[in-house]
Antibody
Framework: EVQLLESGGGLVQPGGSLRLSCVAS????????MNWVRQAPGKGLEWVSV????????YYADSVKGRFTISRDNSKNTVFLQMNSLRVEDTAVYYC????????????WGQGTLVTVSS | EVVMTQSPATLSVSPGEGVTLSCRAS??????LAWYQQKPGQAPRLLIS???TRAAGVPARFTGSGSGTDFTLTISSLQSEDSAVYHC?????????FGGGTKVEIK
């Protein structure tokens, strides 16, 4: 059974930083691209970032480009999202999402971790 | 950016009835479309990929169709547990984009 366990969310002031982690189990981690998708309170879904299985290719939504960095540690089955220069509009539940190999559909989702940016 | 437009925003349907949800892409995405179901307080769940292929464990009453720019999700014989928000998503081009969602309510 695929499990994706996010952590690292919390309350941070505007301009601050957080690092989200997602520990994966139940599948061959190195086979699949991994993603972060967020959902602001009462809003729709926004694909934030993807890192392909080899770890060298990454993409970011324009809204976070230059502020967020995705990475993965294949030895620990973990994907990270380093979030810097946080803004109020980054407030959302952040989901860790497993793709199907490098086909970027959301095969499996974690339960999410809430990030609140507020003074 | 491929803009995904879902309609209607909300549907209210009686149990046992069928519903059809629409998703339109601003440019052709071939069949690279997924549908997700999201219940309150839960993460989304993949229902359909490749526009028409049900994910494992998804009941047969969920049917996806379409290609190019116009897609539909049909739920035949609605059950109470189908009350949820349904999202479509294209995965042909980066940035990956979602529709705004359709909320299905049970009368």
């Amino acid at each position: 059974e695929v499990q994706l366990l996010e952590s690292g969310g919390g309350l941070v002031q505007p301009g601050g930083s957080l690092r989200l982690s997602c520990v994966a189990s139940g599948f061959t981690f190195t086979d699949d691209a991994m993603n972060w998708v967020r959902q602001a309170p009462g809003k729709g879904l926004e694909w934030v970032s993807v890192i392909y299985s080899g770890g060298r290719s990454t993409y970011y939504a324009d809204s976070v480009k230059g502020r967020f960095t995705i990475s993965r540690d294949n030895s620990k089955n973990t994907v990270f999202l380093q979030m810097n220069s946080l803004r109020v509009e980054d407030t959302a539940v952040y989901y860790c999402v497993k793709a199907y190999h490098d086909v970027l559909r959301g095969e499996d989702w974690g339960q999410g971790t809430l990030v609140t940016v507020s003074s | 950016e491929v803009v995904m437009t879902q309609s209607p925003a909300t549907l209210s349907v009686s149990p046992g009835e069928g519903v059809t949800l629409s998703c339109r892409a601003s440019q052709s995405i071939n069949s690279l479309l997924a549908w997700y179901q999201q219940k309150p307080g839960q993460a989304p769940r993949l229902l359909i990929s490749g526009a028409s292929t049900r994910a494992a464990g998804v009941p047969a009453r969920f049917t996806g169709s379409g290609s190019g720019t116009d897609f539909t999700l049909t739920i035949s014989s609605l059950q109470s547990e189908d009350s949820a928000v349904y999202h479509c998503q294209q995965y042909k081009n980066w940035p990956l984009t979602f529709g705004g969602g359709t909320k299905v309510e049970i009368k």
